[in-house]
Structure formats: C-alpha cells, structure tokens
C-alpha cells in the first residue's frame, strides 16, 4: 500500500498545478463589491463646467468603464461597448483615468462614444478610491448604488454576453 | 508602547504640519520633510504594487505605484496613524496589497500550511525510522532454531581445531 503513496503525492500536486495554470494572478478580487460605490465629483470630459456627482446616479443601474486614451486594451474594449450600447438599454458612463481632455475627446470622435457621459478624472484620485490598478475596468452598480460586480482588464463578448448583460437586466427589474 | 510613540509622534505632525503648512497646503511638495519622507517609504515597503505584483509600493516604478506614494505623504499631512492608511489601502485594493496577509480563516493554510507539512512530514520521518528499527532487530534476533543450529557449528569448530 505505502508505494502507492508517492504516485498519489505526484497526482495531487499535478492537479494543484493544472489548477494553478487556469488561474490569473491579475485578478484580485475586488473589496468594493456590495458596498457602496465611493463618492464622486467629476466633470465631464465635453464640459469643464457641468459637474456629475455618484450621488446623481443613485436610481439608476450602469457601467462605470474605467479607460484612458493611452490605454492599448482599451481599444479591443470599446467596439464591444458602443455596438453593446447600440442594441440594449443601458447606462455606460465613462471615467477617463489620468488622461488629458483634447486626446481624450479625440480619441472618442475617432471610436465612437458609447457613453452616457464620460467622467474626466484628470490625477486620478478617483480611481484610486474605486481600487483601480488596470485599465480598463468595469464596475456594475445598482440602483441603491452598490457595486455588483468588477471586471479587471478588458470585456470580452463572451463575458459581456453570459455575464454583464443578463446581471444588468437583472438588476434593472430591482426596484 | 511603540504605538503609543506613532499616536503621540502623529498627533505632533499634525499639529506643527497643520499649523505650518496651512496658507500652501496643495503646493507642498512630495519629498521636502525628510520624516515625512521616511515615514511614507517605511509604509511603502509593505504595500504591494498592483500593476506589478512582485514589487513593493516603494520599489516600483509604475504610475500607479508614484501615484500609491504620493497618497500616502497626502494622508500622512492630515495626520491619519499608519493603521489608519493601512485601512485607507485595504478598503481600496483589499488585502492583497499587504505583504503580510492578516490572520483570518481564508488565510489560516497561507499561515499555517508549512508547518501542517513539517508536521506532516515528520510523522512519516518518524514511521519509516521506526519501520526500519523493527526491520533490523527482527534480522538481528535469532530463532531458537537458528541459536541451536550456530551453537551447534560453533562448537564444531572449536572441538576441530
């Protein structure tokens, strides 16, 4: 019986491995989800003076996308927001994390804006608040003002399809 | 007692910083008091960079990372203990960014993992050492048949020469 015992050892530690492989060390889960989404008051990246605050939003459930003009991933990110934007009902709002406002707003004309507004946050103190450590991010928050759910790194359609999606929906029938 | 020290060390910084720095709170540069300064690195060393996971707040270059810093100088300014930032990072980044996890159910195998393997291991160090004992001393004793047999040819011997 005791032979058996390293191959049963191997075996556990291939399993432990294999395990390991499918897992991304990048995603760290994130402590805001079902707290309150921090507070905020930005202005808007097309309007210095028009001022949104967290507080504004509270009744409604969206996306806050975290993106930046400089931000390469961004870029396979945002066709799958504006088509997605385009065909369903919802409410993305952007946070444009440490960037400037004319590439900013240029890189919006060039790829198209599926925003309802796009929140400029220009040191990025609020994206520190909101635990930002990779651009993009996506929070969903609810109609109490709850964060839902955190994407880290960009949504794919597959994830926007199975996942965001049906939890929006979902969400949008709370009262 | 060490804590007592940092409450009545940061108590003082607030008042002298608070009272000093007042009229040009925002221009107040990064790295102009050295005890700051200080404070902040020692902080810094036990923060993990999110971006690059193996690093410290205070030996990465990333943005993210000159951005952690320069919010923690900030907080030091407003007089916030260092428990206090500490509690400012894990509410934002969770406990990931602490270098030494807390103690706490999900991380009571982190904690104690290698010593339930010490243990473990030690066990079975311990069963084969003695498995290998009882081997030896069951080679070493002889049957009653085998005593009789050796008696036998050593007095053969003996009686030959």
Redesign the interface.
């Known amino acids: 019986m005791s032979r058996f015992w390293p191959l049963a050892i191997f075996f556990g530690l291939v399993a432990f491995l294999y395990v390991g492989l499918h897992r991304d ?2 995603e ?5 989800l079902g707290k309150p989404a921090p507070a905020f008051a930005l202005t808007r990246l097309d309007d210095p003076s028009t001022t949104i605050t967290r507080d504004q939003l509270l009744g409604h459930v969206y996306m806050l996308n975290v993106w930046a003009s400089w931000c390469v991933s961004c870029r396979d990110e945002h066709p799958i927001l504006v088509e997605y934007v385009r065909k369903h009902p919802v409410e993305i709002y952007g946070l444009d994390y ?1 960037d400037t406002r004319p590439e900013a707003v240029a890189w919006l004309e060039q790829l198209g804006n599926p925003y309802k507004a796009a929140l400029f946050d220009s ?2 103190r609020v994206g ?4 930002v ?2 651009v993009p991010e996506t929070f969903i928050i609810d109609k109490k003002g709850v964060v839902r759910y955190k994407q880290t790194g960009p949504i794919s359609p597959d994830v926007l399809m199975n996942t965001l999606a049906p939890m929006i929906e979902n969400l949008q029938k709370e009262s | 007692m060490q804590m007592m020290k940092n409450l009545i060390f940061a108590g003082l910084m607030f008042l002298v910083l608070g009272v000093s720095t007042a009229p040009a709170k925002e221009a107040l540069p990064v790295g102009d008091d050295p005890v700051v300064q200080a404070r902040m690195m020692r902080l810094a060393t036990v923060l993990r960079c999110l971006v690059c996971q193996n690093q410290t707040i205070a030996d990465s270059h990333a943005d993210l990372a000159s951005d952690l810093r320069n919010q923690i100088v900030e907080l030091i300014h407003q007089g916030k203990t260092d428990s206090e930032i500490m509690d400012y990072m894990t509410e934002r980044y969770g406990d990931f960014v602490l270098y030494r996890p807390p103690m706490k159910t999900s991380t009571l195998l982190l904690w104690f993992g290698p010593l339930l393997l010490v243990v473990i291991g030690g066990a079975a160090l311990y069963r084969s050492a003695q498995d290998r004992q009882r081997n030896v001393a069951d080679e070493t004793e002889l049957t009653l048949e085998q005593k009789r047999l050796a008696d036998q040819f050593l007095n053969r011997k003996s009686s030959e020469s």
């Open positions: 060390p990048h760290v889960p994130s402590p805001l440490k040191d990025g520190i608040d909101y635990g450590y990779g």
